[in-house]
């Protein structure tokens, strides 16, 4: 891939080349990830996951394979462009290779961490079978968010590969602080002022305190909540301006004839409210139907946020892929001492702050 030092290739990663630089090199230094010695398959998405492959490269990987693929956030042209731009800031584009779709067997076999992250999956048994026996899996997400369908965890068991979550509140991390800001901005962009706006927050997981208590910060007006029948919810409803939700593992619409509330009785319960979507299905046609406004839109099916991190920025992004980065790096280290892929995913999850096991 040919490198470039268009400053104009990392527009859309979401800063100019020297805080998209200094964002990679302090992640790299915070985290000590030394990739030395390894390669790594990713992936080169669209804005700020354009940056996953320099990061590896910064870390000294001897070689990145970066997959894209066309889509809707952008051309697999552009995603490479900005990927290999990135890659110049460390003087290290001719260590990247750029592949349009899915990885080849030669691709896989030649590496020692893959990553899950979107144009790298599906991690099945197809892909699995062709990769080395020390390589590893870390999850650019933590343990609770895998997804079957993303990684075949049972796949990765019986040919040994270890898989490792990625503990977003570890101290040298902390990305996921950054949910709360992200969800102000999806209120915000929805037309609402934060400040002294009324939320409902319904959410049984680990997003709702993390979110309820930045927008409290931000002047909201907050009940935090995980069902929708108490006096004290239906109170707040009746008052609400949004009605925010963050239900990230309910595989059932949370809105809709099978879930917590219908659209009907929203509507009867909370005149006026507009539903956010952080995480967690909907049936956006019900809800529309009745005149309740929905955002963002389109919406997204279950077991999925409605927008990323990168919404708000680069930053968690980076931060978050060093940190995964750093969690393959740990368990491909300990996997080549001869270590089997259960006693890496015992050791490291118990030894560290950072690797979180799997299920």
């Given at each position: 891939m040919a490198a470039t030092q268009d400053p104009k290739a990392l527009d859309l990663a979401g800063g100019t080349p020297e805080r998209i630089r200094r964002l990679i090199s302090n992640s790299v230094t915070r985290l000590d990830l030394n990739l030395a010695g390894l390669r790594v398959l990713?992936?080169?998405?669209?804005?700020?996951?354009?940056?996953?492959?320099?990061?590896?490269?910064?870390?000294?990987?001897?070689?990145?394979?970066?997959?894209?693929?066309?889509?809707?956030?952008?051309a697999a042209v552009d995603n490479l462009e900005s990927a290999s731009a990135?890659?110049?800031?460390?003087?290290?584009?001719?260590?990247?290779?750029?592949?349009?779709?899915?990885?080849?067997?030669?691709d896989v076999a030649r590496?020692?961490?893959?990553?899950?992250?979107?144009f790298v999956r599906p991690i099945d048994e197809a892909l699995l079978g062709h990769a080395k026996s020390t390589a590893a899996v870390p999850l650019m997400c933590e343990a609770w968010e895998w997804r079957e369908g993303d990684v075949d965890?049972?796949?990765?068991?019986?040919?040994?590969?270890?898989?490792?979550?990625?503990?977003?509140?570890?101290?040298?991390?902390?990305?996921?602080?950054?949910?709360?800001?992200?969800?102000?901005?999806?209120i915000f962009d929805a037309g609402f002022e934060?400040?002294?706006?009324?939320?409902?927050?319904?959410?049984?997981?680990?997003?709702?305190?993390?979110?309820?208590?930045?927008?409290?910060?931000?002047?909201?007006?907050?009940h935090l909540t995980d069902e929708l029948q108490s006096s004290e919810t239906c109170a707040a409803l009746a008052r609400a301006d949004v009605l925010l939700l963050a239900d990230y593992g309910r595989e059932s619409a949370v809105i809709g004839r099978a879930g917590v509330i219908t659209a009907e009785s929203l509507a009867a319960a909370a005149p006026g409210v507009t539903v956010v979507q952080f995480a967690g299905a909907?049936?956006?046609?019900?809800?529309?139907?009745?005149?309740?406004?929905?955002?963002?839109?389109?919406?997204?099916?279950?077991?999925?946020?409605?927008?990323?991190?990168?919404?708000?920025?680069?930053?968690?992004?980076?931060?978050?892929?060093?940190?995964?980065?750093?969690v393959g790096e740990l368990a491909c280290r300990a996997r080549l001492t001869g270590l089997s892929s259960e006693e890496v995913e015992s050791r490291l999850s118990t030894e560290t702050d950072l690797c979180q096991r799997v299920r």
């Open positions: 990713t992936e080169a998405g669209s804005g700020a996951y354009a940056l996953t492959p320099a990061i590896a490269l910064a870390a000294g990987a001897d070689e990145v394979i970066a997959v894209s693929r066309d889509s809707v956030y952008g990135a890659a110049q800031l460390f003087q290290a584009a001719d260590r990247l290779t750029g592949i349009v779709g899915r990885p080849s067997a030669i590496v020692d961490i893959i990553t899950n992250l979107g965890l049972a796949a990765c068991r019986r040919l040994g590969i270890p898989v490792l979550g990625t503990n977003e509140d570890a101290p040298a991390v902390q990305v996921f602080a950054f949910c709360g800001p992200l969800a102000g901005r999806l934060l400040w002294h706006c009324s939320v409902v927050v319904l959410s049984p997981d680990r997003f709702g305190p993390v979110i309820a208590k930045w927008l409290v910060q931000a002047g909201a007006m907050v909907v049936d956006e046609e019900a809800l529309l139907d009745v005149g309740i406004p929905v955002y963002p839109r389109p919406t997204v099916g279950a077991v999925r946020m409605a927008r990323t991190l990168a919404h708000i920025g680069p930053r968690p992004v980076v931060e978050l892929h060093a940190a995964g980065l750093k």
